[in-house]
């Protein structure tokens, strides 16, 4: 039971839910940096291009790479109406006002999806053939390397984009001081836009990514947000790198847990782990500070 | 006598950053004390520091006697110790009688179980909260906005409503951030009377304060500080004339102007 | 207040008494009277979330965790221990409020959004462990055949009789409730939830009020858990749901966040739409919801009871003004000081 092999493949499998979390933690992170709000609907960014792409796949038998494209399409324009009708006409409202706006939002998806597609859970092929491959005398789900390979993928796409280019520049400064950004000329308001876009975005791969691996219903966005909420917490709710740090970590621990603890209660380790990092470390390992100044 | 606030070799650092650099100050009672300095000279954070919201590097405070290390800032509010903020923190969904109503809190008792079953001790406080209050706004001349919601005041308003709020409690010590911020000429004039009157009340003032009139028009004693460090400490005579003050806030070239 | 004034309103009240003691013999159906039941209980739930999240502004998303263990604690107490009604009435609601305090003080260190983040694993949890502990639980099979509530000579096995019931201790704890927002504790609450740091300067011990706001927020869902049990006579663990949190918030936001009536009509409201609308059943009523939720956000904060002030308050202005240009005069105004609103 606790031979390489065995712990291995639980390490892949771990990091590649892992990376998944890693993905919606971003796309919640990122909202969270840029306006503050926690996106009580990150898991509907999941749920709805995983409906979007198992339907192009599975009953307009799609080729692969036009289904994907169709997807992250659909999610950039969701980003955008998501961001006109939730996000701004509530800005500069209090926070609770925003979060409970995307209660509701969750709540209008999740339910709409049900209406829409039905009770029936689905699954898409994966993009290579699902025959376990090895590695290192190890096998595994060629999806987890999929998975994995799309979150390196991504953290170096972000990190040029964020530290070498001017628009990641601009998107900084607006995320850390929205006043000073607009007297530097910075349009800010395009740029929260674009950072819904985007995360809206990451929601789709991360949606793309889960499909073949997880079933799609129309209520697996709550439990996908809580284990966002819960690496974006772990990490730290005000810092990138954190996110993605704190998906994985929650990815790997919940699936180590889920072997040689119990399976049935696999969801309640994020959650314990979510309790005990607000009550003993809430800022996290990279976060901001909690506490409030005068 | 003892002095009300006793201020000895005060530090704050955050991080790398000393905001407050070994700071002595002792103010007596019946005393209006200004502390003035450029900006970011650590003003505030000493303010804050007072008042419990941050606890000092090094050093100590002791207000009447006893030191105010450790212990939640409710705690001293109750012990005679008032303050306003800079930047008006009023209760702003609550109306102008209301928000001075709060000021009373660390008082008063008033129970659940009164306030439930509506118990004669409970409705006896309640009135003479009220009642308290309507005094104290007639005191700063806003008893008839007693029911406009705070956040519908002028901004002069805002700032005399947080005064109100601060003398309900008859403090012994009374800390003021900037009082006249954003008044006009007029409105600082008043404040200047009005200040004198609260003085005459017997609670002793402790301000910050930019607008060097007011200042010089109403303190007894001024604190000088430049960077965190207390660089000049006497009456407003004294500091007017004091080279290093000059200095620190008009730069080198002016001292020998 | 003047007499003309102090007569409208009691004849208001008195009509409203006539209306609601008689609304059993009003409406025949027994379902119907079922639901209105489940509207007043669902009330109470959500006059408690308004103390926590109306009145002193912290998110509360754990809120059917505490209906949950109210529910749970009469279940188990009358069932396994044949404790009667009264008795549990008695015990459920403290026990829903301890473990309020177990939620609020650990987390008085947090500020408004990692504390969200805090009652919503805290529900989740609570509501894992009420469906895997199935020894103690029942899980989703539940607890069945809990008794009926008898006080005394009077047996309230019926609907319509136990209406009267749960009608009584809805509108107890709503007066109760004005009692708390127009008193001290009241003010401090507001304070809070207004400017946290600001109270705890005037004097406020912000830690205890929160821990307070949590306790009685608690204490109202649990009491309404435990008229739960009694009433439908069965508790599963579906009642512990998340969803029903957030339902018990959307029903607050769309009454009124703030006010006691709001809460009231919110929760009617909710409850009775999708029965009255046959077709708005499960996601259809959801998806309404939600979106209600969303435009009531953006355009009536206040929810109803706010957009009916507001309306209100409109149709004033417009009556005071023609009544000025009418009769060339200013209309008096009381300018008594008032200390409470509501």
Redesign the interface.
């Known amino acids: 039971m606790f031979d390489f092999t065995t712990l291995a493949q639980f390490l892949v499998a771990g990091l590649a839910m892992g990376s998944v979390y890693a993905f919606v933690a971003l796309s919640f992170a990122l909202l969270y940096n840029a306006v503050g709000i926690l996106n009580f609907c990150v898991g509907e960014f999941v749920m709805v291009p995983g409906f979007i792409v198992a339907i192009l796949l599975n009953s307009l038998h799609m080729p692969f790479l036009q289904a994907y494209l169709i997807t992250i399409g659909v999610m950039l324009v969701f980003g955008a109406i998501f961001h006109r009708t939730i996000y701004h006409p509530l800005r500069g409202r209090p926070f609770l006002s925003v979060l409970v706006s995307t209660i509701g939002a969750s709540l209008f998806l999740k339910n709409t999806a049900l209406l829409a597609f039905g009770a029936d859970p689905r699954v898409t092929p994966g993009i290579v053939a699902q025959k376990s491959v090895g590695l290192f005398g190890v096998f595994v789900a060629p999806q987890y390397l999929v998975i994995l390979a799309t979150l390196l993928v991504l953290v170096v796409f972000q990190y040029v984009v964020f530290e070498k280019t001017l628009l990641g520049k601009k998107m900084q400064a607006a995320a850390q001081d929205r006043d000073m950004a607009r007297l530097l000329g910075i349009p800010v308001d395009k740029i929260i836009l674009i950072t819904f876009i985007y995360s809206a975005v990451l929601g789709g791969i991360a949606g793309i990514l889960l499909a073949p691996v997880f079933y799609v219903t129309s209520d697996m966005g709550f439990r996908i947000a809580l284990k966002a909420f819960a690496s974006s917490i772990v990490g730290g709710l005000g810092s990138i790198p954190g996110a993605i740090v704190g998906g994985l970590f929650i990815g790997v621990v919940e699936l180590f847990c889920a072997a040689y603890i119990s399976a049935t209660y696999k969801d309640v380790f994020a959650f314990i782990i979510l309790i005990a990092v607000l009550l003993l470390r809430p800022q996290g390992f990279f976060g901001e500070k909690v506490a409030e100044k005068a | 006598m003892k002095p009300v606030l006793e201020i000895q070799g005060l530090t704050k650092q955050f991080g790398g950053l000393v905001a407050v650099d070994n700071v002595d100050l002792n103010i007596q009672k019946g005393e209006i004390r200004a502390l003035i300095g450029p900006n970011g000279s650590g003003k505030t954070t000493v303010l804050n520091l007072v008042s419990g919201v941050y606890e000092p590097t090094k050093g100590s405070i002791l207000f009447k006697g006893q030191s105010v290390f450790n212990k939640r800032p409710h705690l001293l509010v109750r012990e005679g110790m008032k303050r306003t903020f800079q930047s008006a923190r009023l209760f702003r969904e609550l109306s102008v009688l209301q928000n001075v109503m709060v000021g009373l809190h660390g008082q008063t008792k008033g129970g659940l179980f009164g306030i439930v079953f509506s118990l004669p001790g409970a409705k006896g406080e309640e009135r003479m909260i009220c009642d308290k209050a309507a005094e104290v706004l007639e005191f700063v001349g806003l008893l008839g906005q007693a029911n406009t919601l705070a956040k519908n005041l002028p901004y002069g308003q805002q700032r005399l409503l947080e005064i109100a709020r601060g003398l309900i409690s008859q403090p012994d010590l009374l800390l003021l951030d900037e009082p006249a911020a954003g008044m006009n000429p007029s409105e600082t004039f008043e404040l200047v009377t009005l200040l004198g009157k609260i003085r005459d009340r017997g609670i002793t003032i402790f301000l910050i304060e930019h607008d060097m009139n007011l200042v010089m028009e109403i303190s007894d004693f001024i604190t000088v500080l430049n960077f965190g460090r207390k660089i000049a400490e006497g009456s407003p005579g004294e500091v007017q004339n004091n080279e290093e003050v000059i200095e620190a806030y008009l730069g080198k070239r002016a001292r020998y102007a | 207040m003047s007499l003309k004034k102090l007569s409208v309103k009691i004849s208001f009240y008195l009509a409203m008494a006539i209306v609601l003691a008689s609304l059993p013999s009003l409406i025949r159906s027994n379902y119907w009277i079922g639901t209105v039941n489940l509207a007043i209980i669902y009330s109470i739930a959500v006059l408690g979330l308004n103390i926590i999240l109306g009145l002193t502004?912290q998110?509360n998303i754990a809120q059917a965790a505490f209906w949950g263990i109210g529910a749970y604690t009469a279940a188990l107490l009358n069932t396994r221990l044949g404790w009667p009604f009264w008795a549990t009435f008695l015990v459920a609601p403290p026990t829903a409020a301890a473990f309020g305090v177990i939620l609020g003080f650990?987390?008085l260190?947090?500020?408004?959004?990692?504390l969200?983040?805090?009652t919503?694993?805290?529900g989740?949890?609570i509501s894992?462990i009420a469906h895997?502990w199935k020894e103690f639980t029942g899980g989703v099979d539940g607890i069945p055949g809990i008794t009926s509530p008898v006080l005394g000579p009077l047996k309230f096995s019926t609907n319509a009789s136990f209406y009267y019931l749960a009608l009584v201790c809805l509108i107890l704890l709503a007066l109760?409730q004005i009692?708390?927002k127009n008193?001290?504790?009241g003010?401090?609450f507001?304070?809070i939830?207004?400017?946290?740091?600001?109270?705890?300067?005037?004097?406020?011990?912000?830690?205890k009020y929160r821990v307070?706001a949590f306790a009685l927020c608690s204490a109202y869902g649990g009491m309404a858990g435990q008229l739960f049990a009694h009433g439908t006579k069965y508790v599963s663990a579906e009642t512990f749901f998340?969803d029903m949190s957030?339902l018990f918030?959307?029903m607050l936001?769309i009454g009124g966040a703030g006010s006691i009536a709001g809460s009231i009509i919110g929760a009617s409201l909710l409850t009775f739409i999708p029965e009255w609308l046959r077709f708005l059943q499960?996601?259809?009523a959801?998806?309404i919801?939600?979106?209600?939720?969303?435009i009531i956000?953006?355009f009536m904060?206040g929810g109803l009871v706010g957009l009916a002030s507001f309306i209100g308050s409109k149709i004033a202005m417009h009556l005071r003004r023609s009544i000025q240009a009418g009769t060339g005069r200013t209309t008096s105004r009381d300018?008594g000081?008032?200390?409470g609103t509501e």
């Open positions: 502004g998110l650990p987390t260190k947090l500020s408004g959004r990692y969200a983040l805090a919503l694993g805290f989740i949890i894992l895997n109760a009692k708390i008193s001290r504790m003010r401090a507001q304070a939830k207004d400017n946290e740091l600001a109270a705890e300067l005037s004097g406020v011990n912000t830690f307070i998340v957030i918030i959307c936001m499960g996601p259809w959801m998806a919801f939600g979106l209600a939720i969303i956000m953006i904060p300018v000081v008032s200390k």
